[in-house]
């Protein structure tokens, strides 16, 4: 039996549902038993710039979305310029017929050298500048068009349900695309009606009207339009299987092992994590460990920092969450957090700089400045999750660590994370321990809080125990937290605090330092979210008979250097793989392996790698015909 796997396209302007289609249609694949990876993007506009979510559908495990697209549904023209290319052979397009008569220059969104660039692919083609030129250009390619007027659609459906409302309803036609998709591959219509009723279920009216305008358009894709190559009827649905969002992971995980204070300001990508851990505040329900987390907005990154700290002071486990221009501005505090030993967690969903950069694109950008953030020497860790699956427990292990080395820790997310839908596991809080170090919970009146000790860890008071007094301040200190400039005890401090950079590489498991998944002649280093796209392509390879080795590097600062030394050992060529310029991980790698990256595989468009772009760069790279730097370009 051929296996499932099809990827699915909606696109439409900011603002018009496209994000709410792609859910539907997610939902609806995963409850049909298929494993789901959506991506979506988007312009930094709040309406009408171009939107575009590509879902891709599997039955077997994936990790990924690849450059090919199955079936695309489109309402607006832009999309259509903008995507039809992308439509492999043997695939089909839905599109608003209205639009036959369209050319480039009516579409005002279309950035000029994007226009450019396709009038010289139409002219090459010896086609007009209008949708017809680009549809006709697919159907020579041997992509089936659907046309449809949704705005007749509409009309009718207005007719047939007594609703005149409906007749203007445009924003409506996100859902007559989802439906008329699934009809076409002949999805079970009740578990479309059945994922609208879950969506809008605090919504009744919204929902009934949804599934009306659903049902209409199933009923109209399955009688007009059959014999397309793909169908998705379903298949055996994996046990314990569930449909997240990318910032899930690090939201939940936050719940489960007692973050219980985090204040933000608003910031793409990461709010949407802060939004959600607000929305879900009480969870009295949580497995064995019940409890609120309190959400600030604050007026700033700076008021954040100190608010973070400030919690933690008082035992609470805390954290904030934000992007690089938000961190920019945490870093004085940052430095205040690592000379008093303050534990908290600073997740950082990354996106494209600098400055504002790419606000709502993609980047792994801020790997160097948070392994360098903060003027002056003092430790911290810096810890990077490659999926959804493993930023939950990762987590739960990056609070752990904040606490028993007494560092703050910067955990690294993305946007390409964040913006993600899929499938996985279910998150296990049983498998989250809490290990608060040594948090006091009563003291001796002979109390110094920054104490000299055999392990360079000294105990920590709450704020308010009896007998629990010390002193804070961003100047050097004595034991007892009292500022001193002695040179001797200067020294003593110094070492203490920075012997635990040693004492943290002892005592993470090397396990959760770094994960091998085999090395071979050719290996791949790798951190991040470039996981997924990276385990899609050695796959891809694989049923080549060549096979690739890869190493994910999780614990980046500090950087565990002997071992990954000893595990590459064997490897003869070494390719970095990475969502920035510069090649920021080969930079530390060479800095702390001694050795060179032979090939660097890089992508800064501020969009996300598809496995389809790393496994035409390792195939070039095998048969000796890459640069040195492979540039990875694709997505619109």
Not at 63 to 79: C, G, P, R, Y
Not at 244 to 249: K, R
Not at 309 to 322: E, W
Not at 449 to 467: A, C, Q, V
Request: hydrophobic share 35%; net charge negative; proline share 4%.
């Amino acid at each position: 039996m051929m296996s499932t796997d099809f990827t699915w396209l909606i696109g439409g302007p900011q603002g018009s549902g496209v994000e709410s289609g792609a859910n539907i249609f997610s939902k609806v694949c995963a409850e049909m038993g298929y494993q789901v990876f959506g991506k979506r993007e988007f312009y930094s506009n709040i309406k009408g710039e171009h939107s575009y979510f590509a879902v891709r559908v599997s039955d077997q495990n994936i990790h990924s979305n690849v450059n090919d697209v199955t079936l695309m549904a489109s309402f607006d023209a832009e999309t259509i310029f903008r995507h039809f290319n992308e439509v492999s052979p043997g695939g089909g397009i839905i599109y608003d017929s209205d639009l036959d008569g369209v050319d480039t220059t009516n579409v005002h969104t279309l950035d000029a050298p994007f226009k450019e660039r396709l009038h010289s692919f139409l002219e090459s083609k010896n086609k007009p500048f209008t949708i017809v030129g680009a549809l006709e250009i697919a159907k020579e390619k041997g992509i089936t068009l659907y046309p449809v007027s949704f705005k007749k659609l509409l009309e009718n459906l207005s007719e047939e349900v007594d609703n005149p409302k409906l007749r203007g309803l445009v924003r409506m036609y996100n859902v007559l695309a989802v439906s008329m998709s699934l009809g076409i591959v002949k999805m079970p219509s009740n578990s479309l009606l059945h994922s609208i009723e879950q969506i809008f279920s605090k919504k009744p009216q919204i929902a009934e009207i949804n599934k009306q305008a659903a049902n209409y358009s199933y009923n109209y894709a399955t009688a007009k339009f059959d014999g397309f190559n793909y169908e998705l009827t379903g298949t055996q649905k994996q046990p314990k299987t569930i449909l997240v969002q990318g910032f899930h992971g690090t939201a939940l995980g936050k719940m489960a092992c007692g973050c219980r204070f985090q204040p933000y300001y608003p910031i793409t990508p990461a709010s949407d994590e802060s939004v959600f851990l607000e929305s879900n505040e009480i969870l009295e329900n949580l497995d064995h460990r019940p409890g609120s987390t309190a959400v600030i907005q604050t007026e700033d990154e700076i008021s954040a920092m100190g608010m973070t700290i400030g919690a933690a002071l008082t035992g609470t486990r805390s954290a904030t969450c934000t992007s690089g221009p938000g961190f920019a501005l945490m870093t004085e505090a940052l430095g205040w957090a690592g000379i008093n030993e303050v534990p908290i967690v600073i997740t950082n969903y990354q996106r494209s700089g600098p400055s504002t950069g790419l606000p709502t694109r993609h980047g792994q950008d801020d790997l160097l400045f948070s392994v360098y953030a903060g003027h002056g020497d003092f430790p911290k860790i810096v810890y990077a999750s490659g999926d959804v699956e493993e930023s939950f427990y990762d987590t739960g292990n990056c609070f752990n660590y904040a606490e028993v080395f007494q560092v703050p820790l910067i955990h690294l997310m993305d946007k390409f994370i964040a913006s993600s839908v899929v499938t996985c596991k279910r998150f296990d809080s049983q498998k989250i321990t809490i290990n608060r170090g040594k948090l006091l919970d009563q003291v001796d009146d002979n109390y110094r809080r920054f104490e000299f000790t055999e392990d360079g860890i000294s105990p920590r008071s709450r704020l308010g125990i009896d007998n629990g007094i010390f002193w804070n301040t961003g100047d050097e200190s004595d034991e007892t937290g009292h500022i001193t400039e002695d040179p001797v005890l200067r020294v003593k401090m110094m070492d203490k605090r920075m012997s635990r950079l040693d004492f943290i590489l002892k005592n993470i498991p090397e396990s959760e330092q770094v994960v091998s998944f085999g090395i071979e002649d050719y290996t791949i280093i790798s951190w991040g979210s470039a996981k997924g796209p990276i385990l899609d392509a050695i796959d891809m390879l694989k049923k080549e008979g060549i096979s690739i080795g890869f190493v994910q590097i999780k614990l980046l600062h500090p950087f565990p250097g002997d071992y990954v030394k000893s595990l590459l050992s064997n490897a003869k060529t070494i390719i970095d793989v990475e969502a920035n310029h510069s090649g920021q991980l080969g930079k530390l790698f060479k800095q702390n392996v001694q050795r060179d990256i032979d090939y660097f595989i890089l992508k800064y468009t501020g969009r996300a790698m598809t496995s389809t772009e790393v496994y035409d760069s390792l195939k070039k790279i095998i048969e000796n015909k890459a640069d040195k730097r492979e540039i990875l370009t694709h997505g619109a």
